[in-house]
Each structure stands twice: as C-alpha cells, then as structure tokens.
T-cell receptor
Framework: EAQVTQNPRYLITVTGKKLTVTCSQN?????MSWYRQDPGLGLRQIYYSMNVEVTDKGDVPEGYKVSRKEKRNFPLILESPSPNQTSLYFC??????????????FGPGTRLTVT | QKEVEQNSGPLSVPEGAIASLNCTYS??????FFWYRQYSGKSPELIMS????GDKEDGRFTAQLNKASQYVSLLIRDSQPSDSATYLCAVMDDKVIFGPGTSLSVIP
C-alpha cells in the first residue's frame, strides 16, 4: 500500500530533551516536506526537500533540523524542544520534480507536547 | 511574504445544495494549486489539483482557476453531510503555502 508513515504518533517530552520524528514514504517520491499545524495559524511548512541531500527552509524552520540521506526517509529533529513547539506535525511527499509541482500525500500526523 | 487567503467561515449549506469555497493568492507567478479536505484530527487529503486557467471537474467537485485575478475556487455540488470538514487551499512552487482553511458544515 502506497503510504507515508510517521513515528511516533504521539509524544510527550520535556523542554530541552532532543527528539526525532521519523517519516518514511514508499512511493519513490522526490519531494518531501514537514508541516506544523496550530489552531488559528493553519498548516505551515517547516522544511522541504526536493531530493536526496537537498533541503530548504520553509516558513517556520527555527528550532528544527532535517536530513535527507535516503530518498524514502525525511526525519525531523528537535535538538532542544521548547513548549512553543507543541503542535500537530505532518510529513508529506510528492512526486514533484524541479519546476513541476504535484499533489502531496500526507502522513497520519504526530501530536507533540513539550512540557 | 507569499500569502494565501480563504474565507474563514464557517460556511453552512443545506444537504443537496452547492457549496462554494474561495481562495486568493499573492504570488502572480504561482503555477500549481490544490484543494485539500481535512477532518478534525486527521491529515489533509487531496480533493483537486489545477494547473491551468479554467474549470476542472471531478465527480461532484469543480475547481476553477483564474490566474489573472489570482483566484481559485472549489464548488461542491449536491453537498452531503460527509462533506462537512475544513477545506484547505494550497499554492505550491518549491515551497508550499496553505490558506487558513474554510470550515464547511452541511446541514441534513
């Protein structure tokens, strides 16, 4: 089954404790992206990757890191989480190539709480 | 700063009516436009994509794009209670900008 998977689905952590949210897709998509969704602020892009070893900042990259060492995986790293990073996080992938953008497929979401 | 705007709603329509959702965007050079549906607590799912001016129909859904007016719309015909959700307009080049979403309620 074609899908985007995220783990964990729910996470409660404390301020400053490094964490990684994994994202994997089995559709051989080139484009992958991370979003956060907050009430009243909508979906905002954190980072995106056009292909392996190519990553770029979205609108809200502060406090996050990403890497794209393999085409299928795009982990989101919070080196020192803070309470303002409490949010619902979505990973998405798309068959887009440079200059042509196609629809994205979203993972199920990760609900993160930082206390 | 690129922006995408939508009527925040909530929009209420009776079952069987046409629901009309609107979206405007600020970047005149944008080329790819999408409508997603999101149920509460769930991930967004694609409804329609549109890349050229005009109408695109898929079942009960019609997307309309007017690049000169920087305007994208989604029409839902014969609205059903199961269409009750938040509808997100997205504009994608390399980055993706989502609108704030319009909450639709279809009343039986």
């Amino acid at each position: 089954e074609a899908q985007v998977t995220q783990n964990p689905r729910y996470l409660i952590t404390v301020t400053g404790k490094k964490l990684t949210v994994t994202c994997s897709q089995n559709m051989n998509h080139e484009y992958m992206s991370w979003y956060r969704q907050d009430p009243g602020l909508g979906l905002r892009q954190i980072y995106y990757s056009m292909n392996v070893e190519v990553t770029d900042k979205g609108d809200v990259p502060e406090g996050y890191k990403v890497s794209r060492k393999e085409k299928r995986n795009f982990p989101l790293i919070l080196e020192s989480p803070s309470p303002n990073q409490t949010s619902l996080y979505f990973c998405a992938s798309s068959p887009s190539t440079s200059g042509v953008s196609y629809e994205q497929y979203f993972g199920p979401g990760t609900r993160l709480t930082v206390t | 700063q690129k922006e995408v705007e939508q009527n925040s709603g909530p929009l209420s329509v009776p079952e069987g009516a046409i629901a009309s959702l609107n979206c405007t965007y600020s970047d005149r050079g944008s080329q790819s436009f999408f409508w997603y549906r999101q149920y509460s607590g769930k991930s967004p799912e694609l409804i329609m994509s549109i890349y050229s001016n005009g109408d695109k129909e898929d079942g009960r859904f019609t997307a309309q794009l007017n690049k000169a007016s920087q305007y994208v719309s989604l029409l839902i015909r014969d609205s059903q209670p199961s269409d009750s959700a938040t509808y997100l307009c997205a504009v994608m080049d390399d980055k993706v900008i989502f609108g704030p979403g319009t909450s639709l309620s279809v009343i039986p």
